[in-house]
């Protein structure tokens, strides 16, 4: 029987794999702006998120209240991720705006969980993270970037840093999620309201800047993909996967993306690759196998005279083990 914490794992999986086509296909709307493509996926996929979860936010709008500063708070770094993230994409090309901004939000969740709610980490959440960041270090050293005018060191180092940026923001807005739904709200309502506001924040970007998606039916068909599966369904399954998890573990386990985005980046944008970056991908690998599977806990000998007593203390400590396994 799946835990619930391997279960949220696995719902962030199988959205960081919906996330890592994004760079792809934007991508294939090289005369759209990564401004307007930032605006378009996440805004139209935040408010599409919002709509769906109206009733839920309404039922919810007390606990939501309560929360109001981490929901603000969260809501704006969802409004400056994506503008980040696709511009780092464009400028130091997809596996490497991909890998440097997945990479650095596992760091930065830690250092805010731990500012904020003063949450230990464990051995093993360390070392699965530290893996995973030296393999999305080994795939960002082992990218040519992309050809073309904008692959110069300025706009390279330039993409690097929107990258940085994009990744604090990212486990930002993930911390602020999880810790809304430790108060009690359920996922559904709090990943609506958030989205909802980062969408409404993005409107006047898209407004600004999204002429030429309508102006071509092959970019509109771009941006309505990126924001219907990568962003909106995505981000129903990362949602869940944060209900079950901590944020710090989320943003680690979703290392996967890059090394998705990057195989893309290489099969279809013909972006190259040294092997030092095949490494990278096997070490990526690794950490998923470190975060997801904890080991099978050994078996202890009962310190009292075994009976319903024994048996009671039991039962009451196994839940703490594996909750805290990577949190």
């Not at 296909?25 to 378009?40: F, H, R, T």
Request: glycine share 10%; hydrophobic share 55%.
């Amino acid at each position: 029987m799946t835990r619930p914490r391997e279960a949220g794992v696995l719902w962030v999986l199988a959205a960081s794999v919906l996330w890592g086509t994004t760079g792809t296909a934007a991508a294939q709307a090289p005369l759209v702006s990564p401004l307007a493509l930032g605006a378009a996926a996440m805004g139209l996929g935040g408010l599409l998120r919002a709509a769906t979860a109206r009733r839920a936010v309404l039922a919810h709008r007390t606990g939501l209240r309560h929360q109001w500063l981490t929901l603000a708070v969260s809501a704006c770094a969802v409004g400056v991720y994506p503008l980040a993230f696709y511009s780092s994409m464009r400028l130091a090309g997809v596996a490497v705006g991909t890998v440097v901004s997945i990479g650095s939000a596992p760091t930065a969740a830690a250092l805010v969980e731990r500012l904020v709610a003063h949450q230990p980490l464990s051995r093993r959440w360390t070392l699965g993270a530290t893996v995973g960041v030296v393999g999305v270090v080994a795939l960002a050293a082992g990218q040519a970037g992309p050809a073309g005018p904008a692959s110069g060191e300025a706009h390279r180092l330039l993409g690097i840093l929107l990258a940085l940026l994009a990744g604090i923001t990212y486990a930002i807005y993930s911390w602020g999620a999880t810790r809304i739904m430790r108060s009690g709200v359920p996922p559904d309502p709090v990943m609506g309201a958030v989205f909802g506001l980062g969408g409404l924040l993005l409107l006047p970007v898209l407004l600004a800047t999204g002429a030429p998606i309508v102006h071509s039916v092959h970019s509109l068909a771009v941006a309505a993909y990126m924001a219907v599966i990568p962003m909106f369904l995505g981000y129903v399954l990362f949602g869940r996967g944060l209900a079950a998890t901590s944020a710090s573990t989320a943003t680690s386990v979703s290392l996967l993306e890059p090394a998705v985005a990057t195989v893309l980046a290489l099969l279809v944008l013909r972006e190259r690759l040294a092997l030092v970056a095949w490494a990278g991908m096997a070490a990526i690998a690794v950490s998923l196998l470190i975060l997801t599977f904890p080991p099978p806990r050994r078996a202890r000998k009962p310190s009292a005279p075994s009976g319903p007593a024994g048996a009671n203390r039991q039962g009451e400590t196994a839940p703490a083990a594996i909750t805290t396994n990577c949190s």
